[in-house]
């Protein structure tokens, strides 16, 4: 069953505040009951001592045990609720009180009521008889029987005191109930507003509306993060969202282009305006090549969005193996008058995924190529700082304009000159490097001015083996 935050709150401080009123009240008695006890014995010998005082004082005012007042010895024994028996030195019994201490013994039975009757685990019927001898002058005069009821313990006084405590703990109980209470309902209200908020908020964000914040105030820690987390989750959401839109139109606008193209060409073969020509295939082919491999970049970038993107780290030495690419992309560079240089530290190995290395380095050469003027030159150098492996492309080509700098790692971003000059990129081939060397555990960076050069900057740190 489920319950709200509310009630369950109020429900488990209340238990806990009826517990702790049950064990407060269960120890409290119990040690009090012991210590009660003690007094009452103590109050018990102290009137039994009285009352032998009593008849050893009378014994001596009277020289004897013959004309023993009865008087004052009677009202002690009622009043106390005490049998008094006085047996001279032949154990004759020479006085006794009568049945006048039940007087006492009624009455504190009609005072302590039913909830009473058993106080201290004493036996409100139980009768016992001590006795003791009297003495005059340390000589033995007598014995006395005195014999009393249990609740001949108990005094007025103490019966008020022990009502007095256990009504104090009945009201300590109700007041510590209705605080509980109040307690509670301030605190689940303090817990529960909050979240009725935060499940408002993410409520609206199921149904569409990614532009709502959660705004709540609170001094719980965790409630408090919850609503950064839904307010985190919701801008991630609405990126996605624009990211998703952005990416929609992009596609479209980068599929146009070579369509429309393509399009119009065979439109003018249909009619008969245009002849087809070999160099007129050709176009047709280049265009289709330019879609297949934006479908590629498209499919390489999808995979390296997704969250698990599987890295295949292997020990290399990466100073050769950045030869080896480099050497790779010669030919291409020679037959443009171009130069392709390199500047490589010897013997730097890494843990690193050598394909994703190499997609990266493909990436950025065939850039600084596509972008290079008559004879331009590129230079691409390895160095290792502390534990740091730094490589560097860097040419002298068209360079970047500073407006365009910001943009170029973000998908489908071509700065005005590129799309003149025609490259045939669709302004992908960076975010997909930038990807790829975040997935190595590398930053990558852009330095350029225009008509000077750029220079791609990569930094791995915690890669290089010793
Ligand atoms: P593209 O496929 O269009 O080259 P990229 O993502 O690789 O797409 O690059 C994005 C843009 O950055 C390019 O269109 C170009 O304007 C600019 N750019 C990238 N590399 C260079 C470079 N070496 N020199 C000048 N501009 C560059």
Redesign the pocket.
């Known amino acids: 069953m489920k319950m709200s935050l509310m009630k369950k709150l109020s429900l488990s401080i209340l238990l806990a505040v009826l517990v702790s009123i049950i064990l407060v009240s269960l120890i409290s008695n119990a040690i009090i009951d012991k210590e009660f006890n003690k007094y009452l014995a103590g109050e018990h010998q102290t009137k039994i001592k009285n009352a032998i005082n009593i008849i050893e004082d009378l014994y001596r005012q009277q020289g004897g045990f013959s004309d023993i007042s009865q008087d004052e010895l009677r009202r002690y024994s009622e009043m106390q609720g005490l049998y008094i028996e006085i047996r001279d030195l032949n154990d004759d019994t020479v006085y006794t009180s009568g049945t006048a201490y039940l007087q006492h013994n009624n009455m504190m039975r009609g005072m302590m009521g039913d909830m009473m009757g058993n106080y201290a685990g004493m036996n409100p019927n139980q009768y016992t008889e001590d006795t003791y001898s009297i003495f005059l002058d340390d000589n033995k005069v007598g014995t006395v029987i005195i014999g009393y009821i249990n609740t001949s313990f108990l005094s007025p006084d103490s019966i008020t005191f022990i009502r007095a405590l256990n009504y104090s703990f009945v009201i300590s109980a109700f007041i510590a109930l209705a605080i509980g209470l109040l307690i509670s309902i301030v605190i689940s209200r303090q817990l529960s507003n909050p979240l009725a908020k935060i499940t408002q908020t993410s409520n609206q964000m199921r149904t569409g509306n990614l532009e709502v914040r959660s705004i709540v105030k609170t001094s719980t820690k965790e409630i408090d993060e919850l609503s950064n987390s839904i307010n985190y989750l919701a801008e991630t959401l609405s990126a996605q969202e624009m990211l998703r839109k952005r990416l929609t139109t992009d596609i479209a606008h980068e599929l146009r282009t070579p369509l429309t193209t393509l399009k119009t060409h065979l439109e003018a073969f249909i009619d008969g305006v245009w002849e087809p020509t070999t160099e007129r295939f050709e176009i047709f082919y280049e265009e289709i090549n330019r879609l297949s491999k934006l479908v590629d970049n498209l499919r390489d970038l999808a995979q390296l969005e997704q969250p698990n993107k599987k890295i295949n780290k292997s020990e290399v030495n990466l100073s050769n193996e950045l030869e080896k690419i480099i050497e790779a992309f010669k030919p291409l560079y020679l037959k443009e008058n171009y130069q392709l240089e390199s500047n490589i530290e010897p013997e730097i190995t890494a843990l690193i995924d050598m394909d994703k290395f190499k997609q990266i380095m493909n ?1 950025l050469l065939s ?2 190529y ?2 290079l003027k008559p004879d331009g030159k590129a230079e691409v150098t390895l160095t290792k700082q502390n534990k740091n492996i730094i490589i560097k492309v860097k ?1 002298n ?4 304009a500073e407006k ?1 700098l910001p943009y ?1 790692f973000e998908r489908f ?3 005005d ?2 799309r003149s000059k025609n ?1 045939g ?7 997909i490097t930038k990807s790829l060397v975040e997935a190595l555990g590398g930053r990558i960076s852009v330095e ?1 001015k225009l008509n000077i050069g ?1 220079t791609f900057t990569i930094i791995f740190s915690d890669i290089a083996s010793l």
């Not at 990129?425 to 975010?431: D, H, K, R, S």
């Open positions: 990436n850039n600084a596509k972008y040419d080509g068209i360079g970047i365009d170029i971003y071509r700065s000159i590129s490259t990129g669709a302004g992908i081939g960076l975010t350029s750029t």
